[in-house]
């Protein structure tokens, strides 16, 4: 889902609607992250913390199948359901490491560790 970020004048609506409707959009998530009571990283709240941002960062469907084990030597540890996913995942981790890192406003991670479950 998408929301426009960027009030639009009623006088210029016609002309926008012209334009891309992909500009001045973004992923809701984004929008949310942005809006929301700012809650910054303590080490008392870290897994309500990550658990709360790794679900932002991944996405419902990953977050569905996702849950976060522990954090140790700065390596995030998830379980996940169903081995299939653990090549995707793979593929994405250095994405969310730095996307968490920036969230959190700190370098808190290094990196993640799938653990598939049955």
Not at 30 to 35: D, G
Request: glycine share 4%; proline share 3%; aromatic share 8%.
């Amino acid at each position: 889902m998408y929301v426009n970020v960027k009030p639009i004048p009623v006088l210029c609506m016609k002309n926008k609607l012209k334009q891309s409707t992909s500009r001045n959009w973004s992923e809701i998530r984004s929008v949310l992250f942005q809006v929301l009571p700012y809650e910054t990283y303590s080490k008392e709240n870290e897994k309500e913390w990550l658990t709360y941002h790794w679900n932002l960062v991944v996405g419902k469907e990953i977050a569905g199948v996702s849950t976060i084990e522990k954090v140790a030597r700065k390596i995030l540890h998830v379980r996940i359901k169903g081995k299939e996913w653990v090549p995707v995942l793979d593929s994405l981790k250095k994405k969310i490491v730095q996307e968490i890192n920036t969230r959190a406003g700190e370098s808190l991670l290094n990196g993640v560790v799938f653990k598939a479950v049955a």
